[in-house]
């Protein structure tokens, strides 16, 4: 099975930075997609950032020039740099991936347990 690990999450001051992380173990094929999502409370969970197993990245506009993504693939992680963190940015984070567990399966997502980010003074 595929399991996702973040971590990285805690509690910074306004202006601050965080680099979450996140780790893909068990058993797969092939990863495509990496992402990272977030949800505050009373919130939908939204998807803040995207990178292709190519490397391009997406990002959601609310983070754009503060975050960055990216991929380790020799250790099948995930980072996210965040910088200039805003109150606006507190949220449970989560990871997610899509993979393939052999080469006849179809591409699945998965998703980590989460990750708190909390900014406030």
């Known amino acids: 099975q595929v399991q996702l690990k973040e971590s990285g999450g805690g509690s910074v001051q306004p202006g601050g930075s965080l680099t979450l992380s996140c780790e893909v173990f068990g058993s797969f094929f092939k990863i495509s997609d990496m992402d990272w999502f977030r949800q505050a409370p009373g919130d939908e969970r939204e998807l803040v950032a995207t990178i292709t197993r190519g490397g391009d990245t997406l990002y959601t506009e609310a983070v754009k020039g503060r975050f960055t993504i990216s991929r380790d693939y020799a250790k099948n992680a995930v980072h996210l740099q965040m910088n200039s963190l805003k109150p606006e940015d507190t949220a449970v984070y989560y990871c997610?991936?899509?993979?393939?567990?052999?080469?006849?399966?179809?591409?699945?997502?998965?998703y980590g347990q989460g990750t708190q980010v909390t900014v406030s003074s």
């Open positions: 997610g991936v899509r993979a393939q567990v052999n080469s006849d399966s179809l591409y699945d997502n998965y």
